[in-house]
């Protein structure tokens, strides 16, 4: 069901955005949604025409059902591409960049300035997102580990490389 407070023209140049809001009219299946009302979503954003699809939505459930994240990670598929929200932190043991930040990410060496003041990070904080196919790219929706700050981090640095905050 799209709503809008008045007449929106879609245009290729402009993104739209779209927010999922309390489901007061029990039209999704659970709340918060669950990987089928996601994967429903994602069908219908590509069925009216959307290409690339930022989800700021943490796709991760403590138990979810097979069926239902097979059709949603199907259903990210169809994009073109298809950036996603990652919390990062640092923790005692480093483990592997997930791929979708990886391909979202440069070397350090291709950044001028001095690396060693952005945050480091080496972990993703949910160790049961969903990270898409070959098609997703990720950037850090938050940084655990950094206490609240006046300013917000853009960049943080993984080993031997730089993410980028995911609103870039």
């Known amino acids: 069901k799209l709503r809008s407070s008045r007449a929106v023209r879609v245009s290729e140049s402009r993104p739209t955005t779209v927010a999922l809001m309390d489901n007061l009219e ?14 429903v979503i994602f069908k219908n954003l590509r069925d009216l025409g959307t290409r690339q699809l930022a989800c700021s939505v943490l796709l ?35 483990t592997a960049m997930p791929a979708d930040l990886r391909r979202a990410s440069l070397p350090v060496d291709k ?35 950094e206490p609240s700050a006046e300013h917000i981090h853009l960049m943080a640095r993984w080993d031997e490389r730089v993410i980028f905050c995911f609103p870039v």
């Open 60 to 94: 991760a459930w403590e138990d979810p059902d097979p069926i239902s994240l097979t059709a949603m990670e199907s259903a990210l598929l169809e994009f073109d591409s298809v950036v996603l929200a990652i919390p990062v932190t640092r923790g005692a043991s480093m």
């Open 111 to 145: 950044l001028g300035g001095d690396s060693a003041l952005l945050p480091a990070v080496n972990r993703a904080s949910i160790p049961t997102l969903i990270h898409g196919g070959e098609n997703a790219m990720a950037g850090f929706e938050v940084i655990d580990s």
């Open 26 to 39: 029990g039209i999704f299946q659970s709340s918060p949604h669950s990987p089928i009302d996601m994967a």
